[in-house]
């Protein structure tokens, strides 16, 4: 089955706009969903083969009519807090998975690619768990030629991970730290779009499950350490036990902007880690070769560098 058209919801997100540019730099044609067209333009309009179009993807007619004439569709919808702006766990990613395979059904589209998470379950200890584990069903049913990809913590250039730990860090003189001992094996974005833009042209792919780690196990303490050395902010940092992590998470679920909250909190009981091998033969990137060339740009020395750039003095 040859794919030369990619439709993809959710393509103008972090990942989805690394897949975009991967997949044009390759030649196919790819058209995005979003609900702010001018906003993803922004981030996708010097691609020549993208064309960014307005959809509401939760309505299914307006789904299937973009999936039409496309090869492949791609769903990259996910959120990660409920409320506050975002779609509920159930219409994100249940129903909109369902629509998905609805829409490929009726438009023709018989490849479809889904990105799931790691240690996805129906019987996941939290509920965004459980909502990536119910969709993963929906589509294994779908009788369609499906693959799923379900990664560990994703980071790389503009990720909301390692730079939203560098962020907090500017202002914490100490972290008391939720949850210290969780452990993830964090995969960079690039290597996550190499293995969705690979599996078009491996027939194999179809039908199976690839979970995307990389080649490092490390606790979340371990993580806050090594962006606080990457970015000369190192902070004292207490691990909290699972009782006042819970408090923590709770508390923190009514801040303007959600930085955790008990379901990430039940999430972390379950280790994000795998023992796989990468797919397609793809050598996923190790983090400390590829974070501290954006985590750097944090630190006072580079920006001092970055304005005297632009003051033309260097």
Known sequence: MEVTTVAMIGGAGFVGRHICYRLAA????????????ERA????????????????????????AFAHGADALMNLVGVLHEGRGNASFQAAHVELAAKAVSACREAGVRRLLHMSALQASPDGPSRYLRSKGEAEAIVRASGLAWTMFRPS???????????LFAQLLRFMPVVFLACPNARFQPVFVEDVAAAFTRSLVEPESAGKSCDLCGPKVYRLRELIEFVGAVTGRRRPVVGLNDTLSYWQAFAMEWMPVKLMTRDNFRSM????????????????AALEAIAPAYLAQRTPRQRYQRMRSRARRD
């Open 26 to 37: 390759e030649g196919y044609r790819v058209r995005v969903a979003t609900r702010d067209r």
């Open 41 to 64: 333009k922004d981030r996708l309009i010097f691609l020549p083969t993208v064309e960014v179009e307005t959809v509401n993807v939760h309505d299914p007619r307006e789904l299937a």
């Open 153 to 163: 913590v994703v980071f790389g250039n503009g990720d909301s991970f390692l730079n």
């Open 269 to 284: 009981q379950v280790d994000s880690v795998c023992e796989c091998e990468f797919p397609f033969g793809i050598e996923p």
